[in-house]
């Protein structure tokens, strides 16, 4: 608005160009002194501060990009996890392309001890010339001749240009597998971005609490209370193990690992050992039964034998929200083991303290 009234009061100033200049500048002058007076009743008003938010509003606030940084670390792992394979089938089909080369040249030589023999008795055949040529475009182009030569070294000049062709084919899954590394490659770390600036925010969120009301919206769940807690939830751990023994030996084995990790720190992307996120932590469990399990919740939501929320027993996996976002491994009684979010150490919960979506039990 104050932005709207300068413009309009300088449209009516040039609209009176009669005026005279001791006008002019007494109306100058009395600008001068009503935008001091402005001023000074502006520095006499106090400004009016955005209400502090209340504590229910932060802890809603925090869980909310907690959540949002969840997805985003899953979306991390799963670009990761594209960059890691490219990157080995990349590296796989370079050994290929580098041998597919070696039988290639070794060929061409055994061609060129027959085409130098060849020439001293009298000329080289078409067939032997263009395989020995330097274009190997060239030899594919005119790759019929291979059909018109009649000699009996007609066989190896058509596998060198098999292996012209194979060789090309590699080239091209390697420019392709190069491709899809770079673009998940960005993907990783545009979603690190997003993991970062999320957690980042919430932190200045809790800094403005005191440590108590940190502790509440927090669930008094810090990695500075996380032995305590460990210690608290060993018992409740061992107890849901016997009242609900696992149904096998893998997934007895699973629980014991993600009990073991009780009180360790929660990180982002990390699977272990010394911190976790919640795929993180259930594929190295079930990975210490034997089980190899995908790297992120969406993945691991496929993964095994769908059960549903009455079925389940302990080694199940169990997924939150609607879009999988959250997995934790159930142990019986109600209870799960999981990593849940950055500031809080792997723990235990009830089965029912976030939106239930599904489980899984691996194979």
Known sequence: MAEHRRRRWRRTTYRKPWLSGRRSSLRVAAGLTLAGAATAGALDTPALADPEPTLAEVEERVDALHHEAAQ????FNAA??????????????????????????????????????????????????????SDPDEFLRRADVLNRTGDRQSQRVREIGDKLR????????????????AEATEEADRQRLVVEERLAEAEELLATRTEEERARVLAEESDEVAPVRAARDEPRAAEAAETAPAPTARAATAVGFATAQLGKPYG????????FDCSGLTQAAWGAAGVSLPRTSYAQAGAGVRVSRSELAPGDLVFYYAD????????????????????????????????????TRPA
Do not use: C, K
């Open 166 to 181: 194979e060789l090309e084919q590699l080239r091209d899954e390697a420019d392709e597998r190069a491709e899809e590394y």
């Open 268 to 275: 982002w992307g990390a699977t272990g050992p010394d911190a």
């Open 324 to 359: 999988n976002s959250h997995v934790a491994l159930y142990i019986g009684n109600g209870q799960i083991v999981h990593a849940a979010r950055s500031g809080t150490p792997v723990r235990l919960a009830d089965v029912d303290s976030m939106p239930f979506n599904g489980a």
């Open 80 to 133: 990761t996890e594209t960059a890691e394979e490219a990157e080995a089938e990349l590296a796989e089909l370079s050994d290929r392309a580098a041998r597919r080369t070696a039988e290639l040249n070794d060929a061409r030589n055994a061609l060129g001890a027959h085409a130098s023999a060849s020439y001293r008795a009298g000329g080289m055949p078409a067939g032997l010339a263009l395989a020995l040529s």
């Open 72 to 75: 985003a670390t899953e979306a």
